[in-house]
């Protein structure tokens, strides 16, 4: 079936490493990404997304990459703050699914000082 | 900046009684959802509504019920609590496919 999965449950880090958080999914067909950054007690917040014709999109400290020849998505933050510590997730989209989007479980990062 | 509201954010309820959580958005929204979230199952899709008065059951409907009478709200019902419900509820909304998706800060739901 269908499933989006992260390849590390933790990341753990240094203040001002880059860190790159890891996506496989499984359907080709997906033709939409959207990374999401989770903070304790709070709501999944969009960070940036990614149609299925560009391989990179670059935003404020982040950049998002898509490999669709081994369907692999990636988020890469800059100089990573302790304010970054979260739960993210990956998520895909494709014709069949219709609207809703289908998510990963999760990699935690955690950023120390 | 989108904003979804959802009406609490902590709830306990007891077994067998009817539980409503109530979902609004501000930005004209098509698409309405309810996700449950729980440690190691991540986000699963209880129903979601592509316009008004219309559902579409989800990966896990049973035991739940929504309803959309006008387009910025859609509400979750729990037709008769068990302590299996007892997660993170959250609602989110997008314009179209293609488009992100918004989440609200969730209702943490204990069922006793």
């Known amino acids: 079936g269908e499933s989006v999965g992260l390849h590390l449950p933790t990341l753990s880090v240094q203040e001002g490493d880059n860190s790159i958080i890891n996506c496989a999914y499984s359907n080709s067909a997906s033709d939409y990404f959207i990374w999401y950054k989770q903070e304790s007690g709070k709501g999944p917040q969009f960070i940036i997304d990614i149609r299925s014709n560009m391989d990179k999109r670059q935003g404020q400290r982040v950049t998002v990459l898509l490999n669709k020849t081994v369907k692999h998505l990636s988020l890469q933050i800059a100089a990573t703050q302790p304010g970054d510590s979260a739960v993210y997730f990956c998520?895909?989209?494709?014709?069949?699914?219709?609207?809703?989007?289908?998510f990963g479980k999760g990699t935690t990062l955690s950023v120390s000082s | 900046d989108v904003k979804v509201t959802q009406s609490s954010r902590y709830l306990v309820k007891r077994t067998g009684e009817k539980v409503f959580l109530e979902c609004v958005q501000d930005m004209d929204h098509e698409n309405m959802f309810w996700y449950r979230q729980d440690p190691g199952l991540g986000l699963r899709l209880i129903y979601f509504s592509y316009d008004v008065k219309m559902k579409e059951k989800g990966d896990i409907p049973e035991g739940y019920s929504v309803s959309r009478e006008k387009k910025e709200r859609f509400s979750l019902i729990l037709e008769s609590a068990s302590t299996n419900q007892t997660s993170m509820y959250l609602c989110?909304?997008?314009?179209?496919?293609?488009?992100?998706?918004?989440f609200g800060n969730g209702t943490r739901l204990t069922v006793t």
């Open positions: 989110a909304s997008r314009t179209s496919y293609n488009s992100p998706l918004h």
């Open positions: 998520a895909e989209n494709n014709r069949a699914a219709g609207t809703a989007l289908i």
